[in-house]
């Protein structure tokens, strides 16, 4: 079992920055393909950017591209999402997931283990 606990979430103006961490107990991250998922209100929960076990494979949803950036550092079981040139649009829960496998996929279905999510407010 993995327990995932994001933080860092906030309230922010357009185009500012924020750093999301995720931080995982129970067992090592490293055989893990970590990713970030959104869900704004209304809407339905969207992957925004996920990394292979390695660190060295990213992919991220094109409307974030340029923008974020998914990092991870398995010696601290920690998976980072840095935002910039955020916009109200970005205004989501951020989730952290995890899944045993090699592959990144954006299917939210994939993805076995959940942290509780954090707010990020972009306002205009």
């Known amino acids: 079992q993995v327990q995932l606990v994001e933080s860092g979430g906030g309230s922010v103006q357009a185009g500012g920055s924020l750093r999301l961490s995720c931080t995982a107990s129970?067992?090592?991250?490293?055989?893990?393909?970590m990713a970030w998922f959104r869900q704004a209100p209304g809407k339905e929960r969207e992957f925004v950017a996920g990394?292979?076990?390695?660190?060295?494979?990213?992919d991220y949803n094109n409307s974030v591209k340029g923008r974020f950036t998914i990092s991870r550092d398995n010696a601290k079981n920690t998976v980072y999402l840095q935002m910039s040139s955020l916009k109200p649009e970005d205004t989501a829960v951020y989730y952290c997931?995890?899944?045993?496998?090699?592959?990144?996929?954006?299917?939210?279905?994939?993805?076995?283990?959940w942290g509780q999510g954090t707010q990020v407010t972009v306002s205009s």
């Open positions: 997931a995890a899944r045993l496998d090699v592959r990144i996929t954006p299917s939210q279905n994939e993805y076995s283990y």
């Open positions: 129970g067992r090592s991250t490293s055989s893990y393909i």
């Open positions: 990394i292979s076990r390695g660190g060295l494979t990213k």
